[in-house]
């Protein structure tokens, strides 16, 4: 079974950063496509950022790109998301996401992730 979990949010003033770690059991890591989703309240989940199972393909939400920066370390089963310049809208609770390499379909959509976490809460103040 597949583990994902999350850490490294917190609360931080507007134009800060923080870094967000995703650690994932298994022995197939190296072999998933992996995102990061976050959900505020009231609001559907969204897509935030995605890295392909080799490091190759980098995707990012409008909204975040230029300040935000995916990554993973196969070596050690884990994916980051270093957030800069964060905004009192970057407010939510973020998610970790996994799919395996074959499977089809955009990055975007969390239908087309196989398993998450439980997420971290990221707060921006003003």
């Known amino acids: 079974q597949v583990q994902l979990v999350e850490s490294g949010g917190g609360l931080v003033q507007a134009g800060g950063s923080l870094r967000l770690s995703c650690a994932v059991s298994?022995?197939?890591?190296?072999?998933?496509?992996m995102g990061w989703f976050r959900q505020a309240p009231g609001k559907e989940r969204e897509f935030v950022s995605a890295?392909?199972?080799?490091?190759?393909?980098?995707y990012y939400s409008d909204s975040v790109k230029g300040r935000f920066t995916i990554s993973r370390d196969n070596a050690k089963n884990a994916v980051y998301l270093q957030m800069n310049s964060l905004k009192p809208e970057d407010t939510a609770l973020y998610y970790c996401?996994?799919?395996?390499?074959?499977?089809?379909?955009?990055?975007?959509?969390?239908?087309?992730?196989?398993?998450w976490g439980q997420g971290t809460q990221v707060t921006v103040s003003s």
């Open positions: 996401a996994a799919r395996p390499s074959y499977y089809s379909g955009t990055y975007y959509a969390p239908p087309n992730y196989a398993y």
């Open positions: 890295i392909s199972w080799n490091g190759g393909s980098l």
């Open positions: 298994g022995r197939y890591f190296s072999s998933y496509d």
